[in-house]
């Protein structure tokens, strides 16, 4: 299909690991993205991994990419109840130039 | 650096009547794409444009909208009429064109209710 596609709900509890997954669709993607969108605002950027990666770790997060499966990952160690918000995974398009964003997943984080 | 500023943060109108909401790119970004959230259906890209040219308008959801970019710093999003379905979150966003790595800056939104 054309959809990035990710799981809608994610809950946890505080201290905790996350995992959100996504599964993209662009087998020549070169960038991949992780977007965080808390309430009231808009999506900021996390991380992203260049293609060539398998992995890539930035304090508490961690990515990991399967390129064979175009599955994308990631990992928040220790989650926090301030990382509860919406995750956005994104792959560059080669063809059109631009992102294109995965549904979302929302993660809720319980004291 | 300000960020994406786009301006109302809230609007609420009537039916009919005519929207139009506002953004400011990052100085020296020079693409600008316009996307629309809702629950039911996520996040829409809508346009986007590189050089102040409207590149891909195919997400636009019909004839009443419309969207201009008459200089580099300066965008519009205009809703002529409105109707209640068009009830959603209006982001802006902005990027240097072909800077991978640098990926989009999203302004803050604006949330949008037409009764």
């Known amino acids: 299909g054309e959809d990035v596609e990710q799981s809608l709900f994610l809950s946890v509890r505080e201290g905790d690991s996350s995992v959100i997954n996504c599964t993209y669709t662009d087998s020549s993607s070169t960038y991949l993205y992780w977007y965080k969108q808390e309430p009231g605002a808009g999506l900021q950027l996390l991380t992203y991994?260049?293609?060539?990666?398998d992995m890539k770790q930035d304090q508490r997060l961690t990515v990991l990419l399967n390129k064979k499966d175009k599955h994308l990952s990631l990992r928040i160690a220790d989650t926090q109840t301030g990382d509860s918000a919406i995750y956005f995974c994104a792959e560059w398009r080669t063809g059109f130039q631009k992102l294109v964003f995965g549904t979302g997943t929302r993660l809720l984080v319980s004291p | 650096d300000a960020g994406v500023i786009q301006s109302p943060r809230h609007e609420v109108t009537e039916m009919g009547q005519e929207v139009t909401l506002r953004c400011k790119p990052i100085?020296?970004?020079?693409?600008l794409f316009w996307y629309r959230q809702t629950m039911m259906r996520g996040l829409e890209l809508l346009i986007y444009f590189n050089n102040n040219v409207p590149i891909d308008d195919s997400g636009m959801p019909e004839d009443r909208f419309s969207a201009k970019m008459p200089n580099a710093s300066f965008s519009t999003l205009k809703i002529q009429p409105s109707e209640p379905r068009d009830s959603a979150v209006y982001f802006c966003?902005?990027?240097?064109?072909?800077?991978?790595?640098?990926?989009?800056?999203f302004g803050s939104g604006t949330r949008l209710t037409v009764v």
């Open positions: 966003a902005s990027t240097i064109r072909g800077s991978k790595s640098y990926g989009y800056t």
């Open positions: 100085s020296g970004h020079n693409s």
């Open positions: 991994i260049f293609s060539n990666m």
